[in-house]
């Protein structure tokens, strides 16, 4: 079984601090945060919307279970929230084992560890690239509110 094999040690520190720091966040202050969420400015001024419409609706449907309509609010939001939980759990196993036996090596752990790639930002670029131009354009052509 291959075992950790980091594309990039400081950017998986960095994901690694920022998710652990996020996942508390929202397990303390989640209903106060999506509540709190100002109205979209740029969809108050223009009519269209943002790259990141419909994400705290897509982020308050995660959490409640609802992953169908979090897809349809905005695909990215589960697109992140599930490897990254992944991410986070291996992360965590693998320092902590790291952490133990000092004889361990990136090389002989006995799962394999989720590391930040290139392609995943990729993906992710596309996917907030799509789900903008399909709102826009149902808005635009259709007069059809996908998010309405």
Known sequence: MKGYNAYNKSVDTCAYICGIIC???FITANQYIIRSVPPCMFHL???YYCPGCGGTRAI??????HFIKSIYYHPLVLYVALPGLLFLFTQTAYRIRRRFFKSSSPDNTPFPVITIRPGYIYI???IIILQWAI????????HYDLLG
Do not use: D
């Open 23 to 25: 996942l508390l966040i």
């Open 45 to 47: 001024i223009t009519g």
């Open 60 to 65: 308050e449907y995660v959490l409640s279970g």
């Open 124 to 126: 992710a670029c596309i």
């Open 135 to 142: 709102k826009n354009l149902s808005l635009l052509l259709f």
